[in-house]
């Protein structure tokens, strides 16, 4: 990709827990363009929020970071605080998956926005507040000014992450980066969100990563996914390559997600077919594919070497020495 | 479950494929309600919260009835009202041929212990400080059921049952587990005293896909084994119907339809079970968002629309539906459905639907046959 406005090459981050070392993030890629999305899906624990949140600069001091995270050129990883809050609110946004304990229970939302406008811009207070009305407006608020004047706990969870995404887009990001930014709404709350964070990514030309463990929303709402397992990246395609008619998804973990999730077409009281176990230790990997104690498929092969993640058919990469054939759907 | 009032059946006399179970219902649920008055500081009333406005359901024996609803749609409400956990406002709950809502003290206690109940948050249900093995043998401490030697015996048996070590687990504390592994034990603990009803309350929502598939075919496996009806609780009506025999959906404190888990799911017939339906994420590319998003948020239930809750919503409301609340019909075999203008019939007139789809022309004539949607039309 050309037009890239993110460029994420060999990220590693590493944890040192009690002694041991927790390879959170293992050498992965990926490219975000404007006006597109980008869907990272995993497990909890596979390494999807640790990789956002080390380009935002969001971990903890003495996390080790290795490889790089260019933003128009400009490299992210081991900036100064000073020269990350440039970049912050500008450059990148962020919106969380709580949003009652992301916003001041004690102030009012109208001040929260003004604020994320003032900390980033020379405005007046008077320009502040009519910029904040005016993003209530564009996160399609009902009745802004009446909002404006109101607390967190008056405001639905839906109207909650509205006002979330609100700040996020105070300065108008190029990059929005959602993590599991609709997970705790209902599911027609999530349709609303999930329609105005697409919406506005096209006013906006924004480049968006939405970080999801739902493959389904993936499929609904992303142009390409990633799959993470075990801190790697071990399929990334097209949402049309994976999905729907034209798509197969080749490598056994993708294709175990998908199985899992039930689905209306399946007739009540059939077993879901599961797989057994639960993610490695990231302390103790095994010595091959990561996957591969859980797997039907895995062969000798697969326990003794790690599966490279290479790009197999066009625009179509997968980490898996015997992947599914025709998708492998059952 | 049965539907309440029995109704006309189609015209032909064959015999209805989902005739439900003969006998008694397991557990019978009648116009419940349950209220709970909201006060200002000092005292003054301020409004009522009507959480769960006259629901009736049936569970037969050995048979699950899923509840699927939103946020603040009464459900959980509803469980805790069925459990007399606080005690509902007014209804009657038969549970096993006795009526819970006039027993109290220990006879309660006796008969609720058939009726067992699983939450959504398994760490925040596990005592911190309690061994998994005291966690699991506390029912049957509780109700006196053998001696120390029996009661561990038993706790080894259930560890077992739900696909738990009890050599590796029985001494852990929760702390020390997953949270897949946990909601386990929560199950083993529920299922200690052989209930004949599990209520589950969003049992599996804070799990990982893969977990949730193992935690679901465990309840799938229980129920063969130990027969278990299932009152199944949950937001996902894909996951609701995956586990149901019967599905009921909720809003704002009032069944609008209920069904066989496949009618719901095929032939929705109110506009809200249609609305949920569209915006559950798919695995076909773009499906979601070629359908259309229901817009708004569900109105306080301090004060509830007047007629149907789901008017403010609802594309197909029309003045009717602001004055007179609809009474849930039988459309189909066992699959009925509280609106005035179910979606087997052309949307009505005046309805937002029809002129947004008309684009301004106007709108066609309804076919006769329906008395509302004709008179809707003059």
């Known amino acids: 990709m050309t037009d890239a406005l993110l460029v994420v090459d060999d990220l590693r981050v590493t944890f040192a827990v009690g002694g041991r070392e927790v390879r959170a993030v293992d050498g992965i890629n990926f490219t975000a363009s404007p006006g597109a999305t980008l869907a990272i899906i995993g497990e909890s624990g596979s390494g999807k929020t640790v990789s956002c949140r080390a380009i935002m600069g969001l971990l903890p001091a003495g996390t080790a970071i290795g490889g790089s995270a260019r933003l128009r050129g400009t490299e992210l990883l081991g900036l100064s605080d000073a020269e990350l809050r440039r970049h912050r609110g500008s450059d990148l946004a962020m919106v969380f998956q709580d949003p009652a304990r992301s916003l001041n229970p004690t102030m009012r939302i109208g001040l929260q926005i003004t604020e994320a406008i003032t900390t980033h811009r020379k405005v007046s207070k008077r320009e502040a507040q009519s910029q904040a009305i005016e993003l209530l407006r564009l996160v399609r608020m009902p009745a802004a000014e009446r909002r404006f004047h109101e607390y967190p706990h008056q405001l639905s969870g839906g109207m909650r992450q509205r006002v979330m995404i609100a700040m996020a887009l105070a300065c108008r990001p190029k990059l929005l980066i959602a993590d599991e930014a609709t997970t705790a709404l209902d599911v027609t709350t999530q349709a609303q969100i999930m329609e105005l964070l697409l919406d506005l990514q096209q006013e906006l030309d924004m480049a968006l990563i939405m970080i999801s463990h739902d493959l389904g929303l993936a499929a609904s709402y992303a142009d390409e996914v990633i799959v993470m397992y075990a801190g790697k990246i071990v399929e990334q395609a097209p949402a049309a390559g994976l999905f729907g008619a034209g798509g197969a998804v080749r490598m056994r973990y993708t294709r175990a997600l998908l199985d899992a999730i039930p689905h209306l077409e399946r007739s009540a009281h059939t077993p879901l077919p599961v797989v057994g176990g639960r993610p490695p230790d990231p302390t103790a990997l095994p010595p091959g594919c990561s996957f591969a104690p859980r797997c039907g498929y895995a062969e000798d092969d697969c326990l003794a070497k790690v599966p490279a993640l290479a790009e197999h058919a066009p625009g179509h990469s997968w980490a898996c020495w015997h992947p599914c054939e025709n998708g492998g759907a059952a | 479950m049965t539907v309440p009032e029995p109704s006309a059946t189609p015209a032909d006399s064959e015999p209805r494929p989902e005739e439900p179970a003969t006998g008694e219902p397991l557990l019978s649920v009648r116009d419940l ?142 702390r020390e587990l997953s949270g897949g592994q946990a909601q386990r034990v929560a199950i083993a603990r529920a299922v200690a005293l052989e209930p004949s009803l599990l209520i589950c309350d969003e049992a599996v929502s804070s799990l990982d896909v893969l977990i949730q598939a193992q935690v679901l075919n465990l309840f799938e496996r229980l129920r063969t084994e130990l027969g278990l009806s299932y009152l199944f609780i949950a937001h996902d009506l894909a996951l609701v119907k995956q586990v149901s025999d019967r599905v009921a959906v909720m809003y704002l404190g009032k069944l609008c339809e209920t069904g066989p888990g496949e009618a719901v799911y095929r032939e929705p017939l109110h506009p809200y079970t249609r609305a949920l339906l569209d915006s559950i994420p798919s695995t076909e590319p773009g499906a979601a968002r070629a359908s259309s998003v229901i817009q708004g948020e569900p109105p306080s239930p301090i004060n509830p629309p007047s007629g149907c809750r789901f008017r403010t919503r609802c594309p197909r409301a029309t003045d009717l539906c602001a004055e007179e609340e609809p009474r849930p019909r039988e459309l189909a075999p066992g699959h009925a459905v509280a609106c005035h203008f179910p979606l087997t019939e052309p949307p009505p007139a005046e309805s937002a639907e029809t002129t947004s789809a008309a684009n301004g022309t106007a709108p066609a004539a309804a076919p006769a046959g329906s008395e509302t949607t004709s008179k809707a039309v003059r």
């Open chain 2, 33 to 174: 309600v349950q209220e709970f008055t909201v006060r200002e500081r000092g005292g003054g009333k301020v409004g009522v919260v009507q959480a769960v406005s006259g629901v009736s359901f049936d569970i037969m024996p050995g048979e699950t009835l899923g509840i699927v609803g939103e946020t603040g749609s009464g459900k959980s409400t509803l469980a805790r009202a069925i459990l007399q956990a606080p005690r509902p406002k007014s209804g009657s709950v038969t549970f096993r041929g006795a009526e819970l809502t006039k027993l109290r003290g220990g006879s309660l206690l006796q008969a609720r212990r058939h009726m067992q109940f699983v939450f959504q948050d398994p760490f925040g249900s596990l005592d911190p400080k309690w061994k998994v093995r005291s966690i699991v043998e506390e029912p049957l401490v509780a109700y006196h059921a053998g001696n120390r030697t029996a009661r561990r015996k038993r706790v080894n048996e259930l560890l077992d049952l739900v696909g738990m070590d009890p050599v590796r687990y029985a001494k852990r504390h929760p």
